[in-house]
């Protein structure tokens, strides 16, 4: 009896320390997007490398599309693009970029210098598209169905495990369901 | 030396006037105070331990700008903050609404707190339950005769 007393400080120590390591693991930059399984923003802006041309979400309807947001001062955009790169050229789905808050230069710059896995980017020079895609961290990626509602989003840079985990098989279901 | 103060004051002149000037403020007082009041409310996404009223995060400023304009416009301080909501979810406001998934964060501490005012009535009752029972006649006999005894020797 005196004994299991003098056992509930540790008791209640492993409990804290439990509790604190589950803390963190856990990433307090990922928000639960409040747009999932809503339609995806609406949009019309000027191509990055043809300001003439404008691309909108409504473009991309009838498929599954993948919209990348990036800027060419965004570190971890970098660390994500080969990833990026190599998902587009598998072909399983388009990729469209949101080229936020970046000079046109410097964006056209490094996509020429790191490679364009982009059919196109989206020039989003003040960051309105981003606001109503509650962008807030770049780089962010949104999985698009073929309805034109947000089925997935990912918040930081996209990882071969993400890819593989999350995004090719919520792609072929998206694809099969139609 | 002299050019080197010189050198100096001009890089310090140079910084400053490179330096960023806040966002111009609304020339309305009133829209501007309604602006911050409710900027105080709401997260910095960037941040996170910020409000956006507090914040020099970009995305902070566009918000800022965002919501000055929305005032103009007309639209009201629950539809501005119904829009914040639409696109950052419930993280932005600081202060969050009760329903199901809050229920912990509103209520938990509260919980937590009668637990332990609970478990601290009982223990406490316990103890005096427990207490030293009255003693019996031959022992009180015997500390009579052991006070007095210390009594005589003074």
Known sequence: MLRARFLIPAVVFAALVALLAIGLTLDPREVPSPLINKPAPAFNLPQLDRPENTISQKDMLGKVW????????????????????????TGVLPVIGLNYKDERADGLAWLARLGNPYQTSAFDHDGRVGIDYGVYGVPETYIIDKAGVIRYKRIGAVTPEVVRDKILPLVKELNGNA | ?????????????????????????????????????????LRCLVCQNQTIADSHAELAMDLKKEIREKLKAGMNEDQITEFLVARYGDFVLYNPPVKATTVAL?????????????????????????????????????????LDASEERQ
């Not at chain 1, 990348?68 to 998902?87: D, K, P």
């Not at chain 2, 103060?5 to 609304?26: C, Q, T, Y």
């Not at chain 2, 020339?27 to 409710?38: M, N, S, T």
């Open chain 2, 106 to 146: 509103w209520f938990g501490p509260f919980a937590l707190l009668l637990g332990v005012l609970a478990g601290l009535f009982f223990y406490l009752r316990r103890r005096r339950a427990a207490a030293a029972p009255p003693l019996s006649d031959a022992d009180q006999a015997r500390v009579q005769s052991l």
């Open chain 1, 66 to 89: 993948m919209l990348n947001v990036w800027a060419s001062w965004c570190v971890s955009c970098r660390e994500e693009h080969a990833t990026v790169l190599a998902l587009a050229r």
């Open chain 2, 1 to 41: 030396m002299r050019k080197l103060l010189a050198l100096l004051l001009g890089l310090i002149l140079a910084g400053s006037a490179l330096a960023k000037e806040a966002a111009p403020a609304v020339p309305d007082p009133a829209l501007e105070k309604r602006a911050v009041k409710l900027e105080e409310q």
